[in-house]
């Protein structure tokens, strides 16, 4: 009988290994399949999900910011064409309630706490402030966590670029609100930080506590200046309520104020009552200064009056406020009235009392505008009471006026204008003598005693123009901007030009006009013969013989200096006296 067993056995073995081969090749191909379109689909959208495949068997695992991409991922993997089975093993990140986000800078270390939703996130938040901050050390404390408001990414990258531009501080985030605290590096850092939090913030996010201090300086400064009205402030305030402070106790002096104060950190102690105790004193100051620097106080300037003078110094000798120290003073009693301004051939010499510093300076500008170049003038003018109305006006004009004599003195007191000397000619003689007492304000009395210089009508041409040159490369005849019209500066000179003249009634002289290379040169030829001209006329109508002058124009063709250069263009710009018989 036959076996059946021996045969039937090997072959059923047989078929089963058969099959299990083919079904384990078939499934390889199979889970590469379902696991490629699954990962890839969960990647675009969910990147923190992994899949694991055994054969149409498929586990989602990871773990989830927010339960809604917990549940999404799922979908995603169930509807994979080709899944029998998706089973959920991810888990949820913990949930921070209210959701908290920090980092605070000190120098260049960065130190992250609180919460962060994803890993991109957080290699966003490095990455910005490597950026910002090239050399920054980023000590990273975040913990992954859900919760984060919808605009987190937004907010936090908000506050890490307000942060970059602090020397030190802390942005943070409690939910959608952000509060930030720090020291600025610049002042345009500083207000640029504030207007950002003053703005609508990114994301539907709101400012919270916000407390930006300016920029660090020592030593702490404060300046207040007065002249005349006006009372500037400059230097430093620590804060919005010590600068309105300050503004109320300057415009309590009754001064106009222009406010150019900065904010800064490093204020002293008391800062505030010393910087108004020194603003009080300045009502009684007509003019002057007070400085301060860290706690010390200087204080400088003119009393209105002999009572404002004692009151200022019975207050200095007291103890000073906000713990300073008074480091100097110097307050000056107001001065009886007197003015005047000299010219000799040595140079000139004004003195005496001026209403103001400006009106000093003005002064000092026109006598120097209008001597002789190279003369000195000695100015020993002081600020002080008395001086009469038009004051300015009046001593002005006889500065001017003073510069067209050989030597002669101008003075205004309480009994008027008085002005004498040697004209040095005699058509200037009669202008002032004529034109003084109405150039004058009414209210002054003016006193004139001008006469002409005498004439030494010996000299050769030759010596005549020696002389021209002479005074010429001391002085320049100034005009108008393109214009022929003589600056009134230039009077002085063209008198001492027309007096040379007269030393030697019989030479005849060329005035030759000059320009520089700017501009067209038939337009230039056509001003150098004009500014000769109005000199000839000048020197005629002051006296000169017309006929012993010849006026002529060379535009720019004989430079004396590099018209490539601004002082070479000055250098050619001139009027030159040449003797022609």
């Known amino acids: 009988m036959c076996n059946w067993r021996k045969w039937i056995v090997p072959g059923l073995i047989s078929v089963g290994l058969l099959t299990l081969l083919a079904g384990a090749l078939r499934s390889d191909p199979v889970e590469k399949d379902l696991a490629a379109r699954s990962g890839t689909a969960l990647t675009a959208a969910h990147p923190w999900a992994a899949v694991k495949l ?5 586990t989602l695992e990871g773990t989830a910011p927010e339960p809604e991409a917990q549940t999404a991922a799922l979908k995603i993997a169930r509807d994979t064409y080709g899944v029998r089975i998706a089973t959920d093993a991810t888990k949820l990140l913990p949930l921070a309630e209210p959701y908290l986000f920090s980092a605070a800078r000190d120098g260049s270390k960065i130190t992250l706490t609180g919460s962060v939703p994803s890993e991109d996130a957080r290699k966003s938040i490095t990455d910005s402030i490597a950026a910002a901050i090239p050399d920054a050390q980023i000590a990273d404390q975040l913990a992954l966590a859900r919760g984060a408001p919808a605009g987190f990414a937004g907010l936090a990258g908000f506050g890490l670029a307000q942060l970059s531009r602090l020397a030190n501080g802390n942005v943070s985030l409690s939910g959608s609100e952000m509060s930030a605290s720090g020291l600025a590096s610049t002042l345009d850092t500083w207000n640029s930080v504030k207007s950002a939090f003053a703005g609508t913030l990114p994301q539907g996010g709101k400012a919270g506590a916000v407390d930006i201090l300016p920029p660090a300086v020592a030593p702490y400064s404060f300046s207040a200046a007065k002249d005349g009205g006006m009372l500037v ?6 804060d919005e309520a010590t600068r309105t402070m300050l503004l109320e106790a300057a415009s309590a002096t009754g001064a106009q104020v222009e406010d150019k104060l900065v904010p800064a950190s490093g204020a002293a102690t008391g800062f505030g009552d010393l910087a108004k ?18 706690d010390s106080l200087s204080l400088a300037g003119d009393a209105t009056s002999g009572d404002a003078h004692a009151a200022i110094t019975a207050a200095l000798a007291g103890a000073i406020p906000g713990s300073g120290k008074l480091a100097s003073a110097n307050i000056v009693k107001p001065l009886e009235f007197g003015w005047s ?3 000799t051939p040595e140079g000139g010499v004004l003195e005496g009392v001026v209403p103001d510093s400006k009106t000093g300076e003005e002064l000092l500008a026109s006598a120097k505008a209008t001597i002789l170049g190279g003369m000195p003038i000695t100015d020993s003018q002081v600020v002080g009471e008395g001086a009469p109305a038009g004051f300015g006006d009046a001593a002005n004009a006889l500065v001017r006026s003073v510069n067209r004599l050989f030597e002669g003195k101008a003075s205004i007191d309480a009994g008027g204008a008085n002005i004498s000397g040697k004209a040095i ?5 009669r202008e002032l003598s004529a034109a003084l007492p109405t150039a004058l304000p009414g209210n002054l009395k003016a006193s004139v005693d001008i006469a002409a210089a005498p004439i030494d009508a010996s000299l050769s041409a030759a010596e005549c123009e020696a002389r021209f040159q002479t005074v010429l490369s001391a002085n320049r005849i100034q005009f108008e901007t393109a214009s ?5 500066d230039s009077v002085p000179l063209l008198d001492t030009l027309t007096f040379t003249a007269s030393q030697c009634p019989t030479a005849k002289f060329e005035i030759g006009g000059h320009t520089d290379s700017d501009g067209e040169d038939a337009s230039n030829f056509a001003l150098s013969n004009d500014r000769a001209a109005a000199v000839v006329k000048y020197l005629a109508d002051a006296g000169t013989d017309a006929v012993r002058l010849v006026a002529k124009g060379y535009g720019e063709t004989v430079p004396v200096g590099d018209n490539t250069t601004d002082a070479g263009k000055a250098q050619n710009r001139r009027i030159e006296f040449r003797v022609i018989e």
Not at 277 to 294: H, P, R, T, V
Request: charged share 20%; glycine share 10%; net charge positive.
């Open 341 to 343: 301004y000299s010219r």
């Open 54 to 58: 055994d054969g149409r068997d498929l």
């Open 484 to 488: 022929s019209r003589i600056s009134g």
């Open 425 to 429: 000619t005699a058509a200037a003689a």
């Open 277 to 294: 105790f020194a603003l009080s004193q300045f009502s009684m100051l007509k003019a002057g200064k007070a400085e301060i620097s860290d």
């Open 233 to 238: 402030l400059t230097g430093h305030y620590p």
